[in-house]
Structure formats: C-alpha cells, structure tokens
C-alpha cells in the first residue's frame, strides 16, 4: 500500500516561491525581536543596530514576494494571508519591541506602542476583506491603498536607529522624558500614535505602484 506523504510535507508542496520570500520577511521580524531582547540584557548596542537593520532587509523581502508572485501569476489566499502574519511581526510587533528597548518602557509610552500594533493588526485586516473591492476590474490589482501601509513603519526604525547611533537611549531620547499622572512620557513615542492612526485612516489614499 502507498504510503501519503507527511501532512508538513504536504503544506510545504503548497507553497509558491513568493511564499518562501515572504517567509524571510517573518524571519528578519522576529529576529529583530529577539536581537531587542538580547540588547535589554546586554546593553551591547550592537545587538540594537542588528534589530534595527532587519527593518530593511524585512521590507525588501516584502517588496520581492509580491514582485515575484505578480510575475508568476501565482496569487493565492495562502500567500496574502502569510504576508499579513509576516507584516505584523516585522512591521508592528519588532517596531514596537526595539521602541521599548530603546526606552519607551514608560506607562503612557507603552499604550502608545500597543496602539500601534492594533493600528496595524486592524489595517491589515481591513486591507484584506477590501482588497477585492479595491481592484482594478481588468487586472484585478488593487489600485491604491486605504492608510499609510504597514510596512513604512521602518521610518520609526530608522528614528530609533539614528537614536541609538547618536547615544540618545533610556530616558536621553530625543525629546527626554516627562511625568504624566501615574506614568513616565516620552514625546518620542508620539511617532508611533500618528503612524498607528495614518494606518487606520480611510480618507488617506496612497497609489500603489
């Protein structure tokens, strides 16, 4: 009797190149992440500009695996749903986590950081359930965007990057540090909020080349 080859197997033979592509992006994501974890125990800032550089390398992966896919002819609910989960680690939850390890660890700076990833979560979901409708009728490409998309959050890494370059971590942020009530408040984190809301925006419409 044949034998069926292992159900992992299996979902791997479903994958398009594209999908490999974007698989890369999730891993520069969570690398980044883990690099701002290993920089909050060290204090090696090397491992911060590491994060930092993965913001790039990520966005460029996510720039290839819809250049590929569009070239292939090989669209799939897979490959948009996998680009979606890739995009929020790389271009929300490693954002977020290099911002805190940089010194955004106060309490108002921190409802600035979780807004942001729920800006994103919630762009990316409406972006998927509207991309249909966004399409053109011919080509079925979706014409523009609704909201700054995910992926310019990399501006915020660069920000904290230049931060980090210059020394200006902890509470020598740019913009210092204030007490707010209860909680510390760094002005900093104020990028993240207007990026969070450029992102959720529906009057905003961006061309999509």
């Excluded at 974890?37 to 500009?49: L, N, R, V």
């Excluded at 992926?151 to 931060?163: D, K």
């Excluded at 370059?165 to 209860?182: E, N, T, Y």
Aim: include cysteine; charge should be neutral.
């Amino acid at each position: 009797m044949e034998r069926s080859a292992p159900r992992h197997f299996s979902m791997v033979r479903d994958f398009h190149l594209a999908d490999f592509f974007t698989l890369g992006n999730a891993a520069c994501g969570v690398g980044a992440i883990l690099l701002a974890m290993m920089y909050m125990a060290s204090g090696d800032m090397a491992h911060f500009m590491a994060a930092a550089a993965l913001a790039p390398a990520a966005f460029i992966f996510d720039v290839l695996d819809g250049r590929i896919a569009r070239a292939r002819h090989q669209h799939s609910a897979l490959g948009r749903e996998l680009d979606s989960l890739s995009d929020v680690i790389s271009f929300g939850m490693a954002p977020a986590a290099l911002g805190f390890a940089a010194g955004l660890q106060g309490g108002w700076d921190a409802a600035a950081l979780v807004y942001f990833v729920c800006c994103g979560v919630s762009r990316l979901a409406r972006y998927n359930v509207t991309a249909e409708q966004l399409a053109g009728d011919e080509s079925g490409k979706v014409k523009y965007f609704e909201g700054t998309p995910i992926p310019t959050s990399v501006v915020l890494t660069g920000v904290l990057a230049a931060c980090a370059w210059q020394g200006a971590v902890g509470d020598r942020l740019w913009g210092g540090v204030l007490d707010l009530g209860p909680w510390n408040f760094h002005p900093l984190s104020l990028m993240f909020v207007l990026s969070g809301s450029l992102m959720i925006s529906k009057t905003l419409r961006i061309p999509k080349l």
